[in-house]
Structures are given as structure tokens and as C-alpha cells.
């Protein structure tokens, strides 16, 4: 079964930096689209950003010039390199690819910034 594994999150201060990790098993992310999502209490899931198999990047407006997305094709991972960060950039971050038309998602890791 595909499975996605996030890693990474935790605690960082406002300003710095945190780079997650999101790597996957029985699938190849490099041919497929991969976007990072994140999802605060109380609020509705949001999507932050993909990486194209092309290597296309978009983000979020609420993201841009401060997240950056990149893979590691030989490690299978998929990276989102966070700056510049905010409180409001607190929530649970996923990973998620599609193939076939079915979605897969990863567990989730918590990104807290804090004041």
C-alpha cells in the first residue's frame, strides 16, 4: 500500500526556520504531483503548495516567498522548507500525491511557531 510519511515539525520561534520531510514507500513522487497541506484547529484544511513532476512549483499567497518546495528523487522524499515564519503558520502539515486518480495522504506533522 503507498504510504507517506511526514517528519520534521515542531517547535520554532517567530522568524526561524523549519524544513519537513515528507517520504514515501510503493510510489514514485518524482512522477507524480505532490502538494503540502496544512490544517489549524478550527479552521479548514488549506493547501500550501505542489511540486509538479516537471518540477513546477505554486503556493499559496499566504505562503509565497517564504516556503519553498523541493524532492530528493534518489530519497523519495519531498521537502518543504519553511522562512520567515508566523504564528499563523501553526498547524498540522500534510503531505499528499495523487495517482489514478485516488489520493494519498500522510499522517501529519505539528508545526508550532510561537512568539
Known amino acids: 500500500q503507498v504510504q507517506l510519511v511526514e517528519s520534521g515539525g515542531g517547535l520554532v520561534q517567530v522568524g526561524g526556520s523549519l524544513t519537513l520531510s515528507c517520504t514515501a514507500s510503493?510510489?514514485?513522487?518524482?512522477?507524480?504531483?505532490v502538494s503540502w497541506y496544512r490544517q489549524a484547529p478550527g479552521k479548514e484544511r488549506e493547501w500550501v503548495g505542489v511540486?509538479?513532476?516537471?518540477?513546477?512549483?505554486n503556493y499559496a499567497d499566504s505562503v509565497k516567498g517564504r516556503f519553498a518546495i523541493s524532492r530528493d528523487n534518489e530519497k523519495n522524499t519531498v521537502f518543504l522548507q519553511m522562512n520567515s515564519l508566523k504564528p499563523e503558520d501553526t498547524a498540522m502539515y500534510y503531505c499528499?500525491?495523487?495517482?489514478?486518480?485516488?489520493?494519498?495522504w500522510g499522517q501529519g506533522t505539528q508545526v508550532t511557531v510561537s512568539s
Open positions: 499528499k500525491t495523487t495517482r489514478l486518480n485516488r489520493d494519498y
Open positions: 510503493r510510489i514514485v513522487l518524482s512522477t507524480n504531483a
Open positions: 511540486i509538479v513532476s516537471g518540477g513546477v512549483r
